[in-house]
Structure formats: C-alpha cells, structure tokens
C-alpha cells in the first residue's frame, strides 16, 4: 500500500518535473522574438510616446512632460471651424486616400481571389496564378512606382494611345502626379495583401456549402452575398487592416506619385522631422497611431478575428 | 408534401474518357424509399447528384414525375439533398439554417421562419433554433439538415451517405427516424450507401451498382434470396459463389449450405472441402472452408450452421466434409466473375 504511494507520489513529482521544464523550454523559445519584438518595436514606440511630451524652443529639446507639441499639431483647429485646420485637412486627405484604396483594394482582391478559388479547379494552375500576383513584388515598391510614369505622363503610353486612337485631343493631365496616380499606385502595390487573407478565407469554405446553397434555391448572386462573403468577413477584415494601416502611414507613395503636391499626415511628420521638430513629429506620430487603432479596433468588433483564426 | 416518381433513361456521365455513369436505367416508383447501393467509386453518388442537378447529364434523360428535368437548376426539379457532410452554413444558427431556402425564394420573414420552426420540430430540435451548427453534436447536425432539405417541400428528397458520419449505435437510431419520416411524409427517398445492411433495412426499392452499370434492381428480399450477378452475391454478403469446372456459376446462400462428414466428389449439389476455420457466433457457428477439387480454384466458401445443429454434430479444424446444398437454394449467375477479390462474406446474415 504505502509503496503504491509512494510510486504515485514519485511520478506525479516526475510529471511535474517535466512540466516546468516544458514550461522553461518554451520561454526559451519565445525569447528570441521577444527580444526583437522588445527592441525594434517596443522600446521606439515607447520613446515616441516620451519625447511627444517633452518641451522644445527653437534650438533646444529637453525631456518634459507637457502638451506642448499636442497643442501645436492641433493649433487653430478648434477656433477655426468649420473651416478645417492644416491638421484636419491633412489627416481628411489621408483618410481619403486610405477609403478609396481600401475600397478599390478590396473589390479587386475579393474579385481575384473568388477567381482562384472557385473558378480554377486544379490546383498547379491555382498557385501558379498565385505565384503571377506575387510578381510586383520582385522589384522595390519605389521601383514600382517609378514604372508608372513613363505610362501615365504627359507624353506617356496612355496619353499617346488615347490621341492615336482619338479619343482624345491633348494628354491628360490627371493621370499622373494627382489622386488618382496616388490611389493607383496604393491599389498596385497593396491588393495582394488584401486578397491573400480573402483567397485564404475563401480556400477553407466548403464545397458542399455552395452546392447547399445552390440546391435551396439561390441565384449565383444570392449565394455571394448570403454564404461566401460572410464566410469570407475574416479574410476581409485582416486584408483591410494591412491596407488601411499601411495606407494611413504611406508617405513615399503618396510623396512620388503625388509629385509632391498632395499632403498625407505621413509626409507632414517626415517633414517635421527633417525640420529636427522631434516632438511635434512624434505627436502627429502618437495621434496617427491611435486614429489607426481606433480602426483597427472598429474592425475587429465587426468580426471576432481570434475565434474565426 | 407529396412524392414523384424517378426515371433515369440510358443516363450516362463521362469525364473526358472516363466513365462515371453508362447508359443506365432505373424507374423509382413515387412515395418509394430507393437505396442506391455499391463500393466507393461506383457511380453511386454520380447518379444521384446526376438526379440532384448538381452533376450534368453528359447523354440520357432525368425524369421527375412526368417531367423531363435534366436542363433544370436543383432548385427548380423539386429535389432536395441532404449532403454526406451535411453542409449547414456556419455562420447562422439552425432557425435562419433552415429558413434558407425560403428566403432565396422571398418568403417573407414571418412566414419563412414559421414554416422553419415547423420543419425544427419535425426533426425534433426547435429547441436549439438559436444555436449555431458548431454547438452541436453529429446526429443533431443531421436532423437540422434533414430539416432544412424538408422546408422547400421536396417530392423527392436524396440523402448522400447520411448516415456515415455517425456512430454506429446513433446509426440505428437516425436510421429508423429515416424511415418514419418517409412514410410519414409520403415523398421518395434516394439514399445513397455503402452499407448493404442499411440498403436492407430502409429501402423498397435497393439498386446495386457496380463499376457506372446497374447490376441488380429490387425489393431487398428479390436481391438478397435471388442475386443476378457475383458481384451482387458477394456484396450483399451471406452468399456463396461456386464456379463448377463446366464454367457454369452460382450462388448459394451460406446458411443453406449443409455439411457432411467426409469428403466427396464435386457434383452441382456438392463439393468435397476442408475446414479452415470454426468460428463461434452466439446463435450461430460459421465456418470457412477450402474445396479440395482444384478444379475449383482457390475460392473460400463459407457455411453458417445453427449452434445447436452444430453442438449436436460439431467439426474441428482440418476435418474434411462435403457441402450440400439443395436445387431450389443455386441461383445461376448471369457472368461468372473471377472470385473472390471481395471476401464472400464480411457480415453473415444467418
């Protein structure tokens, strides 16, 4: 009898044993993420947050802890309305910007998506398809974009082909360095990430669902809207927070394809820190972010993207 | 809800070269419970789905009632299916599951999810109507299907292996449910299986299919007590196949088989064998035994015999014994199949 205890005490204490080590090992592996994680990602963010606060004069920083650069970004804001402020004017475009990229995004990477998944029905054909949209992604995004301009300027292809063509009589000046060169490029360069989450939602549907569907009687539309969208919202909500995020915080694009004209808080904040005016830059930094994940929060509440993972 | 009657005339379906379905024929009285019964790969589930709308006909018609159906959406024939995964839409719950197709069609609200309600607790789950198909177990997701496919009043209603994702003890259950259901609702029931005992036990009408062709259409007392083909006497099981050197072939029943002590020459009522195997089955002894005529190839035969026939003249491992069997229990096969590549008998019906 006490023996039999005894051996169960003993492997319980073995288990336990084996436990905690477990537990050990998996610390260990986590923490070199962790650290990275720590370094490049918490550690700047934290000191965005800090030097936000500090006091600055004209030549000189100092760590403080006041609202000094808050009340510059927003300056005028409030007395000013509704006319709109600098500041609400450049963060309205960029929100522009970033709807109808996410707009234009999520119509073409759904279409294409909904393509590769259920109309190509052999599966080397589907990843090669894949493999073809991942192609603009072997050259630098600055490269990508570059490319357009010999396309759209005023002596560009398109312009050169609609005069031949005749339809129509001068080059278009709209085409390039304007908002919808600027969306363009948003819409080249960030679909794939909107449709690789759509097309991964989409790839776990099941088959006989559509044919369930289909056997109670919905039209092919029907059938979109009631069955694959609401299985597809996962997929769109993880594509729309890539694009909306990277959208709201693009400055380069916005930058080249806007010939510089076109302001997006990304640009304002690049410019405030070639102007060394660390803390406002890092305010309209902390303001950005919160309007982002304020978004991001939005969406999630649309789906509960944790459980649908 | 009413039933209509089934006709597949010389309905074929290809897939470039290969042939799923050739050219077969099968009328399916109205109101009649039809298991369409065969190995993976027979062509089974082609036909149905052929019948479902969800396949097209590549040559041949489809008739439902006495409407030529084959140009026709699913939804349009006055077909429902019940799919082998059940295929409820995970993201409603069992109420707005089954009020799907009504409002495909713009019932309105009231309406539809009445009638749903309706269909819930003929299935015996409105109590559950707000939870979501995940939250449920198997045989529930089963019922809910079964109910969602009622909802659009179907006169013929085709179920894809329902009942293969069950367990076995929930699989005489729901299989009895099925039944009730389809006397109750009067409609025809296509079900499609591979279980020759669930064909038996459902079906008015069982339809053995092998390799895209119709082996055997009929009562499953006419398939069972009278195979056409060896293939159908080894697949509903409990049959014997005997290839007599004259090429001539037959099936007897393993419980008609009679043993004798010693062996003697192979006649068409007998044949001299050894006994390979003795295995006790409660009511009943089964014993397989190896022909010693080599004209007879290696076929395993098998015979049942009663537990208290075989305590009263039991035999041992080795013994050889001759078979018997009387005229009236041979039934001549139409083809004499090379034997046994399928075991003469998985599941013995004494």
């Known amino acids: ?309 | 809800m009413h039933g209509a009657s089934v006709e597949l005339v010389q309905v074929s379906k290809r897939y470039g070269p290969a042939v799923a379905v050739d050219a077969i024929n099968l009328r399916i009285p109205e109101g009649a419970y039809c298991c369409l019964l065969g190995p993976s790969g027979c062509g089974k589930t082609t036909t149905l789905r052929m019948i479902a709308g969800h396949e097209i006909v590549t040559d041949g018609d489809v008739l439902i009632g006495p409407r030529e159906v084959g140009h026709l959406p699913p939804a349009a024939r006055g077909t429902a299916m019940m799919f082998q995964s059940y295929a409820l839409f995970p993201h409603l719950n069992l109420l707005d599951n089954v009020a799907f197709g009504p409002r495909m069609r713009g019932v309105d609200k009231a309406a539809r999810q009445k009638k749903a309600r309706e269909m819930l607790a003929l299935v015996r789950m409105e109590a559950l109507a707000h939870r979501l198909p995940a939250q449920l177990s198997g045989g529930q997701q089963q019922r809910v299907a079964l109910a969602r496919a009622l909802v659009t009043e179907p006169s013929v209603l085709l179920l894809d292996e329902p009942l293969s994702a069950l367990d076995p003890f929930l699989r005489i259950q729901v299989r009895a449910e099925l039944k009730r259901l389809q006397s109750e609702l009067g409609i025809t029931f296509i079900h499609v299986t591979h279980s020759q005992e669930e064909a038996m036990a459902l079906s008015d009408l069982v339809v053995v299919m092998n390799n895209g062709r119709i082996e055997q259409a009929g009562t499953p007392r006419e398939v069972f007590s009278r195979p056409d083909t060896a293939f159908v006497a080894r697949f509903i099981g409990g049959h014997n196949v005997i290839v007599l050197p004259g090429g001539k072939a037959m099936a007897v029943r393993v419980d008609r088989m009679r043993l004798l002590p010693e062996a003697s020459p192979t006649t068409p009522l007998s044949l001299g064998a050894r006994v390979e195997t003795v295995e006790y089955q409660g009511s009943f002894v089964q014993l397989r035994l190896r022909p010693l005529d080599p004209a007879l190839g290696t076929t395993e035969l098998f015979a049942v015999v009663p537990d208290d026939a075989f305590a009263a003249r039991p035999f041992a491992v080795g013994d050889a014994v001759t078979a018997r069997w009387e005229a009236g229990d041979a039934h001549p096969l139409r083809d004499a199949q090379p034997p046994a590549l399928v075991p003469a008998l998985e599941e013995p019906t004494p």
């Not at chain 1, 606060?53 to 760590?63: A, C, G, M, N």
């Open chain 1, 1 to 309: 009898m006490m023996d039999g205890m005894a051996r169960v005490s003993d492997t319980t204490g073995k288990d336990a044993r084996a436990m905690r080590r477990g537990r050990g090992t998996a610390y260990w592996q986590a923490a070199p993420f962790a650290l990275l994680f720590l370094v490049f990602f918490i550690v700047p963010l934290v000191l965005t947050v800090a030097v936000s606060f500090w006091r600055f004069d004209d030549y000189v920083l100092s760590p403080d802890l006041n609202l000094d650069a808050y009340r510059e970004v927003f300056e005028g804001c409030i007395d000013k309305l509704p006319s709109l402020c600098v500041t609400f004017a450049t963060y309205l475009s960029t929100l522009r910007f970033a709807l109808m990229a996410w707009a234009a995004t999520l119509v073409l990477g759904f279409g294409i998506a909904y393509f590769l998944a259920f109309h190509v029905r052999s599966v080397p054909v589907q990843m090669a398809l894949f493999l073809l949209c991942t192609v603009p992604f072997w050259t630098s995004n600055i490269i990508r974009m570059v490319a357009w301009v010999p396309l759209l300027g005023r002596n560009g292809l398109v312009n050169q082909g609609l005069q031949a063509v005749g339809l129509t009589t001068g080059p278009l000046d709209w085409l390039l360095y304007s908002q919808f060169s600027v969306v363009l490029a948003f819409v080249h360069l960030y679909t794939l990430f909107m449709m690789v989450p759509i097309f991964n939602s989409m790839a776990r549907i099941d088959r006989s669902l559509i044919e369930a569907a289909r056997d109670a009687g919905a039209s092919g539309w029907q059938t979109l809207w009631n069955v694959v969208i609401p299985l597809c919202k996962p997929g769109i909500v993880i594509g729309s927070i890539f694009v909306l995020t990277i959208v709201m915080g693009d400055f380069v694009t916005v930058g080249i394809m806007g010939g510089q004209q076109i302001a997006s808080i990304g640009k304002v904040i690049q410019v405030q820190m070639s102007y060394l005016q660390f803390p406002i830059a890092a305010a309209n930094a902390v303001v950005l972010l919160g309007i982002v994940l304020l978004m991001i929060w939005a969406l999630t509440r649309l789906v509960d993207i944790r459980r649908e993972l």
